[in-house]
C-alpha cells in the first residue's frame, strides 16, 4: 500500500477510536469563523498534535482541531484550522482534512474561507457562496504519485461545487433574509495580500474574491468525489479597490463583525443539507 495513504489511515483510525459516529458532513473553518465550532453539541476535540500524522497549523485566528459533534442535529467533523500552501505544508498535508472526512464516510463538505472582494458591487461582510474558482496559478495540491484508493489519476471538476447544495444554500438565505452572492473563488500563493495589478488581472479572468485557501482542498474533493458547498466571508475589498492597505487584522475584524449572522446560516444550511 502507498506509505502515505497508510499514514492517513492511521489517523483516520485514531480519530475513530475516539469518536462516537459516522460524520455525515465535514466543516472546514476559515479566518475568523472558528467561532462555530462552539456551536457543536456533545463535543469532542481532537487538538491535530494528539492526531497521529498530522501536521499542525501555525496561524493566529486557526486553533488547530478537528471537533466532532452534533450540528443541527446531524453528526458533523469540524476542522478548526487549516493548512495553506503558503504555510510551506506539503501538498498532502494541505487537503489531510478533507481526505480525513471522506475516509470517516461524510457525502461532503462545506468549506468557508475569509476572502478579498474583487466584485466591487461586493462589501466587507459580504457573504459569497462559490459557484466555481480559477486555481491554475499555483502548483497542484494533487501532484505526485496518485492515490488510486482515493479516486482517479485524471478527473473531472466541472461539478465539483454540488448544484444541489448550491440550491439548499440559496433557499435558506432566501428563508431566512439574508442577502447572499454568489461567484468565483480565485486562489493566490499568499502570503502576500495581492497587487492592485493582479486584482484587475483576476477580475478581467472572471474572478470575484480572492483568497489563499480552499483550491487545494476543493480539488482534493473533486478526487475523492466529496460534494463541496464553499462559502466566502468578504473580510476586506482586494487590492487597490479601496484607497487603503490591507491587513489580516481587518480580515479578523471583520470576520467577527459577522460570525453570528454566518453561523447562524451555516446551522441553518446543515439543517437542510
Ligand atoms: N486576498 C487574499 N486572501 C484574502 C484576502 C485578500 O484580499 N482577504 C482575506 N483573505
New binding site residues.
Partial sequence: MDKYYESLLKSVEYIKSKIKDKPVLGIVLG?GLGMLASHIQDRIELDYHEIPNYPVSTIPGHAGKLIFGYLSGKYVACMAGRFHYYEGYEAEQIHIGVRTFKLLGADGVIITN???GINTAFKEGTIMLINDHIGFMAPSALRGPNIDMLGERFFDMSKVYDKQYLDTARNVAKKIGLDVKEGVYMF?K?PN??TPAEIRAARILGADA???STVPEVVACAHCNLKVLGMSVI??M??GILDKK?NHEE?METANRIHETFIEYVKQIVKEL
Avoid: K
Fill in positions: 479566518s475569509a476572502a478579498g493566490f499568499g495580500f495581492e480572492a483568497g489563499m473580510t476586506n482586494a487590492a490591507l480580515v
